[in-house]
T-cell receptor, first 113, second 114 residues
Framework: GENVEQHPSTLSVQEGDSAVIKCTYS??????FPWYKQELGKGPQLIID?????GEKKDQRIAVTLNKTAKHFSLHITETQPEDSAVYFC????????????FGAGTQVVVTP | DAGVIQSPRHEVTEMGQEVTLRCKPI?????LFWYRQTMMRGLELLIY????????DSGMPEDRFSAKMPNASFSTLKIQPSEPRDSAVYFC????????????FGEGSRLTVL
């Protein structure tokens, strides 16, 4: 099955700096790559996603890049703010397994003022 | 819409007891998922339903776990008998297949088995 590895496990950044989280996946048949943010005591929430026919996608301070050849994708957060502090999960899904998202282990991001 | 609603939010029980977790998905969503979250194993998919029918239960850890979806607005995850290693946060999520697959998670049920 699909295996998703996520790095780093923790990330501490100064407010205003950028944060980058990287994920790799194992199955070349994967074609959908979402990112979820989980705040303390809450369920994960989708923040951005990318499909395999696109190399980059941006939404305000958040961007995701995908390198299909290398089988890795990254989340970039610019101008970080304290409310960006949370656990971020990457995930991957194959075309023929619509319901089966494979999540990475998560990255705890701490934004210090 | 109120979002995905789970109950109870917290459950503390003793080993051997039956535990039932409940979920009300977002109205109109045709997929429902049960996930388990632990520090050691992260987010694991246990089972998912499409139009109330179980599609894949390969993530259910063992026969002690069972899930049902009697109608489009209700699902249960049951553990009988419970064991300390079942302690985790259990999330229910729902999705509308026609919208690309965003999962909407509930706030979770934190289970502690003593």
């Amino acid at each position: 099955g699909e295996n998703v590895e996520q790095h780093p496990s923790t990330l501490s950044v100064q407010e205003g700096d950028s944060a980058v989280i990287k994920c790799t996946y194992s199955d070349s048949a994967s074609n959908y790559f979402p990112w979820y943010k989980q705040e303390l005591g809450k369920g994960p929430q989708l923040i951005i996603d990318i499909r395999s026919n696109v190399g980059e996608k941006k939404d305000q301070r958040i961007a995701v890049t995908l390198n299909k050849t290398a089988k890795h994708f990254s989340l970039h957060i610019t101008e970080t703010q304290p409310e960006d502090s949370a656990v971020y999960f990457c995930a991957a899904r194959k075309t023929d397994s619509w319901g089966k998202l494979q999540f990475g282990a998560g990255t705890q991001v701490v934004v210090t003022p | 819409d109120a979002g995905v609603i789970q109950s109870p939010r917290h459950e503390v029980t003793e080993m051997g007891q039956e535990v039932t977790l409940r979920c009300k998905p977002i109205s109109g969503h045709d997929y429902l998922f049960w996930y388990r979250q632990t520090m050691m194993r992260g987010l694991e998919l246990l089972i998912y339903f499409n139009n109330n029918v179980p599609i894949d239960d390969s993530g259910m850890p063992e026969d002690r776990f069972s899930a049902k979806m009697p109608n489009a607005s209700f699902s249960t995850l049951k553990i009988q008998p419970s064991e300390p290693r079942d302690s985790a946060v259990y999330f229910c999520a729902s999705s509308f297949g026609g919208m690309g697959g965003e999962l909407f998670f509930g706030e979770g049920s934190r289970l502690t088995v003593l």
